[in-house]
């Protein structure tokens, strides 16, 4: 285990609020048991810094704002930790509620929910962002009427090559996969895979094997068990497996989902009853239920293991706090430290 604290980063949501509220800093012991807020950094006037994307190296953190005017924010992260906002770029979509820095570190690429687009921004030398890039509009709908009357993109993902950037679509019940131009950042269509009707595919993550992608379903209350194919970027789903029995439409709701590094086990967050599920991936195509723990707060709306696997922080947005969990090295089942860290409306965390 790591003798070093772990730095945290915290996204969360602002608009309304205290207008220095923002992006939030916080330290943890290795063990989890002690946590410690550091510090804010105020987005304002941008809003709802709401998820945060790393650079290879650290030095730059990319926030996803989710206000009605899509835009990612370029952050300068100091070796002390502290934070100084370099610019904001215009996605040209609204809702911009994820992102991921793809090619190496020279493009980031943004998910407008509302829109239902995917945008690049190119990255340049000094961390800042340079105008929209690449741009892509989602079209179509779904079943569930009351979230699927348009297309929704929820997350963008590099896949494990790095040739791919994967986007997955609430409201079409799709994956898109895109290549994106290393010269000129543009956006190209490369595969998509469709999921089972009203799915309402959220998130997804990779085996480490990179032959296997798991996809949360915010809809169906499931997780599709996927092949990959790394020369198209397609996904065929091989099984759906049941997370929530007897999920209430409009009051449940499945978010974050996690792969331990060794492959050894799938982690889920479900909003409603505010649980935390674990997997094991004894054979990856068939998880296996072992525990499902309570959170300690309301409504976890992300998820994320520690570099070294050992530890669980969960961002629960509606008790205004981040919970930490300590991971059993044998089965995988997480138990909490009694580490709760008072964070405003936390949506993600990066663990440094």
Same mark, same amino acid.
């Given at each position: ?133 690449? +741009? ?69 993550? +990779? ?13 169906? +209350? ?102 930490? +969990? ?27």
């Amino acid at each position: 285990m790591n003798e070093r604290n772990l730095e945290l980063l915290i996204g969360s949501y602002t608009e309304g609020q205290d207008p220095e509220r923002g992006i939030f800093r916080a330290t943890v012991t290795p063990d989890g048991t002690r946590i410690e807020l550091r510090g804010v950094t105020s987005v304002a006037p941008n809003v709802d810094p709401t998820w945060l994307a790393a650079s290879p190296d650290g030095r730059f953190v990319y926030a996803a704002c989710e206000g009605e005017q899509g835009a990612m924010l370029a952050v300068a992260v100091a070796g002390s930790g502290d934070l100084t906002v370099l610019n904001a770029q215009a996605t040209g979509g609204s809702g911009t509620c994820h992102a991921a820095v793809v090619n190496g570190g020279a493009h980031v690429v943004a998910a407008d929910y509302v829109s239902g687009s995917v945008a690049v921004h190119p990255i340049a030398a000094d961390g800042t962002l340079g105008e929209r890039s690449g +741009f892509a509009q989602h079209l179509g709908s779904g079943p569930y009427v009351e979230r699927q009357a348009g297309p929704h993109a929820h997350m963008v993902a590099e896949g494990p090559d790095g040739r791919f950037v994967h986007a997955i679509d609430l409201g079409t019940d799709t994956v898109y996969a895109y290549e994106v131009d290393a010269a000129s950042g543009a956006l190209i269509e490369a595969s998509r895979s469709r999921l089972r009707p009203a799915f309402g595919p959220r998130h997804l993550a +990779f085996h480490p094997d990179g032959e296997l992608v798991y996809v949360i379903g915010e809809l169906g +209350f499931e997780v599709a068990v996927c092949a990959y194919d790394a020369a198209t970027g397609e996904l065929d789903p091989l099984s759906y497996l049941p997370i929530v029995d007897g999920g209430v439409l409009g009051e449940d709701f499945p978010s974050g989902i996690r792969v331990s590094d060794d492959g050894r086990f799938l982690h889920l967050a479900v909003r409603g009853p505010d649980t935390l599920r674990t997997y094991s991936l004894g054979d990856p195509r068939k998880p296996e239920l072992v525990s499902v723990v309570p959170t300690g707060g309301r409504w976890p709306r992300d998820i994320v293991l520690s570099p070294d696997g050992a530890l669980l922080f969960c961002s629960n947005q509606q008790s205004n706090d981040v919970t930490v +969990f300590a991971l059993d090295p044998r089965t995988g089942v997480p138990s909490a430290t009694g580490a709760v860290l008072a964070v405003p409306a936390p949506s993600c965390v990066i663990v440094r």
